[in-house]
Nanobody, 120 residues
Framework: EVHLVESGGGSVQVGGSLQLSCSAS?????MAWFRQAPGKEREAVAS????????HYGDSMKGRVTIALDNAKNTGYLNLYRLKPEDTAIYYC????????????????WGQGTQVTVSS
C-alpha cells in the first residue's frame, strides 16, 4: 500500500510559479501528477519513474512544468511555471506499479489533492 500527502497548493497570479510536493510511503515504480478542473475530466500533468528512468509530460502543461523526485526524502515535486487561469484545478499525486505512466487508470493510490487557483 502507498500513502500520499500533497502540499504546496494555493492562489497565484497569472504568470506566477508554484511548487507542489507529494510525500510518499510504500513501494511503487512511478509517481505522477494529474489535475481536474470543475466540470472537466481528469488529465495527466507529468510522471516520473523511480530510480532515474525518466519523466513523461502530458499535453496539458508541457513546457510549463517539471517533475522531480527526492528519493532520500520519499518526496516528489511538481514545479508549475507561467501559470494561466485555465490551470486552476485540484492537483492530485498518484503512485503505483504501472506500465503506462500517464494513464490514471493504472494508479490505485492517490493523495487527497491540493487546490491551485490562478487569478488575473
Amino acid at each position: 500500500e502507498v500513502h500520499l500527502v500533497e502540499s504546496g497548493g494555493g492562489s497565484v497570479q497569472v504568470g506566477g510559479s508554484l511548487q507542489l510536493s507529494c510525500s510518499a510511503s510504500g513501494s511503487y515504480n512511478c509517481m505522477a501528477w494529474f489535475r481536474q478542473a470543475p466540470g472537466k475530466e481528469r488529465e495527466a500533468v507529468a510522471s516520473i519513474w523511480i530510480g532515474g528512468g525518466g519523466e513523461h509530460y502530458g499535453d496539458s502543461m508541457k513546457g510549463r512544468v517539471t517533475i522531480a523526485l527526492d528519493n532520500a526524502k520519499n518526496t516528489g515535486y511538481l514545479n508549475l511555471y507561467r501559470l494561466k487561469p485555465e490551470d486552476t484545478a485540484i492537483y492530485y499525486c498518484a503512485a503505483d506499479y504501472v506500465t503506462r505512466p500517464l494513464s490514471a487508470d493504472e494508479y490505485n493510490y492517490w493523495g487527497q489533492g491540493t487546490q491551485v487557483t490562478v487569478s488575473s
